[in-house]
DNA sequence: AGAATCCAGACCGATTCAATCAAGTATTCG
DNA sequence: CGAATACTTGATTGAATCGGTCTGGATTCT
């Protein structure tokens, strides 16, 4: 039931991008310094989210990352979906990437049955959630941080 | 965020089990040809559960497995903790199998606040269904395959 | 031209996965 | 008892995946 760390990093980098978010690109090794990810790997994750459409890159000498839409245009489904596959736990009851199973018979699967009411709910919670959700709550921890230092002084 | 498929053989042979439920314990070989799961395979994870304290096991000639206990008491959330490891899809945010993440900072971690909403989601539903709802589906289905059958004839 | 930066893809070592095998131990039955 | 049966334990294997690096190229700015 695991998200990989390649995954992880993507939409770290994507919340690093989206509270930066502007016309202006960011480099790699900004985000891999601020962030605490490999730059080489980093690298890769950043290509695989453009051609995902997610961020849109510039080259050369200024150049770097930027959101390829609006924070709220970014569901976090889909970014999981293009960097790691299926939403669902077990194949044979994703929707996007189906696979059938080893069962004796599918349809009349128990466990499939169970299996597709976690898939669903995980389904309903990340495809509401978009990245500008997880902008605002980089945001609010922010200030709850500082408020705690406040309050430490 | 996938179950392996040794923890889809695990939960398989439990219903297969389950379904069965009584004093007499039932072979490998019956259940593996059942459900089409390798026979070499499921009888090590069968021993796993064993381990787990899920099934209990009889050698000899007219050995077998059963449950361990009833239905109703065996909790899925269990068995896959106990044959995949964490629910949490990334391990900052599990409960039974906590591992730091190299996010700069953790409590502030936005990704981490939306990946706990997602583990408890999962865990509230694993929490609650038991071996016997499992059970109870299968036959369900079972009976919907009959009466499909009778109402062809 | 030259430096900085993204782009594309091969490559690599380690781990995990699914599965098999071999040898051992316990139990029953003839 | 002894043979057959079935679980037990742990090693092994081949393939895939994972996290990550490296090389070499293409673009853009100064």
Known sequence: MK???????????????????????????SISAAENIPKRFLEQIL???????????????????????PPEKIVIAGVIRHI???????????ENYYEKCNCPDEARCALRSIMKEVRDSIAHLLEKTTLADLVTR????R????SDADFVI
């Open 3 to 29: 998200l990989t760390v390649r995954g992880e990093y993507a939409l770290r980098a994507l919340t690093h991008l989206g509270v930066r978010h502007s016309a202006k690109v960011i480099q790699i090794s």
């Open 47 to 69: 290509n695989d989210l453009r051609t995902g459409g997610f961020v849109e890159s510039r080259r050369g000498v200024a150049g770097g990352y930027r959101l390829a839409k």
């Open 84 to 94: 790691e596959g299926a939403l669902a736990p077990i194949g044979c009851v994703s």
């Open 138 to 141: 980089a945001e609010k921890l």
């Open 143 to 146: 200030a709850a941080d500082l």
